[in-house]
């Protein structure tokens, strides 16, 4: 008998595998590497949606889950996956720079926003309106992140190849079976593979198409993450990772030659140097109509669980959701009503 049986490890799996073995939980984590989002993700985690210049749905809070989960994590698997770097806004105008001061005053966005304009002058981009700074920013290298995590979980006999058959899941007493395998609860951490799930697959989860370019632009020099209506990722070696687009309708995770435009547009905005695309990706993130994560147990399956939703912003969402739902089951810990599950269940059902 485990204490958790989970079934994917993206960003949302790896999260709550993590959070129990640091409760001295026993864990099985199965994947069937049908999903990507994690892998390609660009990785970047910043506590405000620039666009409408508002916070971050609790940033701080998941910060500070975020912040002391990574670096625990790369103690123990023994290699650099989290870079504090700072996010740069570029200013198209003086109303830009005026919007950006104005917002700095807020009292809920001044810890996130620097209220000194940046005018230094990075080698291919021209930019006279100087940029604005996000503070407590960085990015995750998730595709390596996800690697090591995977080799950690293996070398532990912790990690099962495998598509999980929903027909064979068995509720007992005290638990679930599955084929071989007895466990106190299962967490289904599957992203947009949740359409399959026939436990969950009644929950508003929409999927929204990203895709992404690595570039090589020799001319470019940046030692920080430029945002405006793409980012622009420095990685070295002169390249650099781009993204990302968002299509609502696609669910396919084929990189396209309209995503490729778009993006390559975008960068014509950002950068005035030469570049080439080096290479292409694309996912589908799991995002939910209301755009808050999938959080809870099954309403008729006490030992059933999910964890989900953590549609754009995985990295910081990932570790603040596992631990909240940790809590949730082993003490009861009440769940935000934002995210819990059960705010998509009928008046009768609730
Ligand atoms: C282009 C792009 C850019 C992004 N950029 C950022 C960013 O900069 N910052 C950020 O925070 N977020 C970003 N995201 C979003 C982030 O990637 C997601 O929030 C996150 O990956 C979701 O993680 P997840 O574990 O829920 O899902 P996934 O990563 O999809 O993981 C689900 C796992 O479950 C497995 N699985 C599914 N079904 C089964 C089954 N039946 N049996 C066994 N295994 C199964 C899959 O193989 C997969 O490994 C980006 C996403 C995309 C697509």
């Known amino acids: 008998m485990i204490d958790y049986l989970i079934i994917g490890s993206g960003l949302a799996g790896i999260s709550f595998s993590e959070m129990a073995l ?18 390609i993700a660009g990785g970047l985690y910043n506590p405000v949606i620039l666009k409408r210049f508002s916070e971050v749905w609790q940033a701080q809070e998941q910060l500070v889950v975020m912040n002391e989960f990574f670096a625990v994590l790369e103690k123990k698997l023994n290699c650099k996956v989290d870079f504090k770097l700072p ?13 950006w001061f104005a917002a700095s005053d807020k009292i809920n966005l001044a810890p996130f926003l ?35 995590y995977k080799e950690y979980l293996i070398k532990n006999e912790l990690y099962l190849e495998e598509s999980f058959d929903y027909n064979a899941l068995l509720e007992e007493r005290d638990g679930i079976r599955y084929k071989n395998i007895q466990a106190k609860h ?64 696609d669910k396919t995770d084929l990189p396209t030659e309209e995503g490729k435009a778009e993006l390559v547009e975008r960068i014509k905005e950002v950068i005035s140097c030469d570049f080439e695309i080096v290479s292409h990706f694309a996912g589908v993130r799991p995002t939910v109509k209301d755009r808050k994560p999938l959080i809870g147990t099954h309403p008729n399956h006490n030992a059933i669980h999910i964890l989900n939703g953590l549609g754009t912003r995985g990295v910081m969402l990932g570790p603040a959701m596992a631990k909240a739902l940790f809590e949730y089951i082993e003490y009861k810990k009440p769940l935000d009503k934002e995210i819990d599950i059960k705010r998509f269940l009928s008046k009768g059902e609730k």
Request: net charge neutral; no cysteine.
């Open 114 to 148: 620097s209220t000194h304009l940046i005018s230094k002058r990075y080698p291919g981009i021209n930019s006279p309106f100087g940029y604005g700074e996000v503070l407590q920013t960085g990015y995750v290298n998730t595709a390596l992140l996800l690697d090591k």
């Open 186 to 249: 299962i967490i289904f951490a599957e992203g947009f593979g949740m359409h399959a799930n026939p436990y969950f697959n009644h929950l508003p989860l929409d999927g929204t198409k990203g895709e992404l370019l690595i570039i090589k632009a020799p001319q470019l020099d940046l030692d920080v993450i430029v945002n405006t209506s793409v980012f622009i990722l420095p990685l070295g070696n002169d390249l650099f990772k781009v993204g990302a687009t968002y299509n609502w309708k």
């Open 87 to 99: 996010i740069l806004r570029k200013f198209f105008s003086i109303e830009e720079q005026n919007n």
């Open 22 to 39: 640091q409760n001295n939980k026993s864990i099985l984590v199965a994947d069937n590497n049908s999903q990507n989002s994690s892998k």
